[in-house]
């Protein structure tokens, strides 16, 4: 099993940033591709960045340029660094990890953006 938490969530102007950071504990060994999500109410779940084992990231197109994913593989901690936040960027930020298959959640963490 894989237990994943985010931190990092808040409120911000528009304009601004904050730094999302998931931190994967229990059989972290053999996880590949670690992402974030985002949802708001009455919305469908978006990939928002996804990273390998190897540092190989990919963007939805609506943050290109802004967000910028990583990882520490030492710590088992993904990061997503999100600048020029704009208000329709407000969702539930959720980390996932895919281990041998399985994908595992996080609990989700709060992002507002106000304009």
């Known amino acids: 099993q894989v237990q994943l938490v985010e931190s990092g969530g808040g409120l911000v102007q528009a304009g601004g940033s904050l730094r999302l950071s998931c931190t994967a504990t229990g059989s972290t060994f053999l996880i590949n591709v670690m992402g974030w999500y985002r949802q708001a109410p009455g919305k469908q779940r978006e990939l928002v960045a996804a990273?390998?084992?190897?540092?190989?990231?990919n963007y939805a197109d609506s943050v290109k340029g802004r967000f910028t994913i990583s990882r520490d593989i030492a710590k088992n901690t993904m990061y997503l660094q999100m600048n020029s936040l704009m208000p329709e960027d407000t969702d539930v930020y959720s980390c996932?990890?895919?281990?041998?298959?399985?994908?595992?959640w996080g609990q989700g963490t709060q992002v507002t953006v106000s304009s």
């Open positions: 990273i390998t084992r190897d540092g190989v990231a």
């Open positions: 996932t990890a895919n281990r041998l298959g399985k994908d595992f």
